[in-house]
């Protein structure tokens, strides 16, 4: 019997990741990039100055991209939903009477 040379796969149960962003930012960045594409159509079509509509959109995608990846190291792959979920998450509770503390006899 011949020796088995099996590869093992060792990404299971990690997130997605292209090169640096992490699982939903890789989607924010790709839908930023065409939101600028169709911009950059738009000012083009209408007939503002090409090397202008250029370096407008030059500048918004840096800004883009810094945004996305500043996102993608700071909260990770669920930090983000994280952060947002907290904010439904009340400060205080009040309760002005005590019977939560007592226990009913059924």
Do not use: D
Not at 14 to 26: H, M, S
Not at 47 to 70: E, H, P, R
Not at 81 to 106: E, T
Request: a positive charge.
């Amino acid at each position: 019997m011949a020796n088995s040379v099996y590869k093992i796969n060792k990404g299971i149960n990690k997130p997605v990741e292209f090169r640096g962003l992490k699982a939903q930012y890789i989607w924010y960045l790709g839908g930023g990039l065409v939101i600028l594409l169709i911009v950059f159509a738009i000012l083009y079509v209408i007939g503002i100055n090409t090397f202008f509509c250029v370096g407008f959109i030059a500048i918004l995608g840096t800004g883009l991209f810094i945004q996305v990846y500043k996102l993608s190291n700071t909260y990770g792959e669920h930090g983000m939903m994280k952060k947002v979920a907290r904010r439904s998450v009340p400060h205080v509770l009040k309760s002005y009477s005590r019977n939560a503390f007592f226990k009913k006899a059924i």
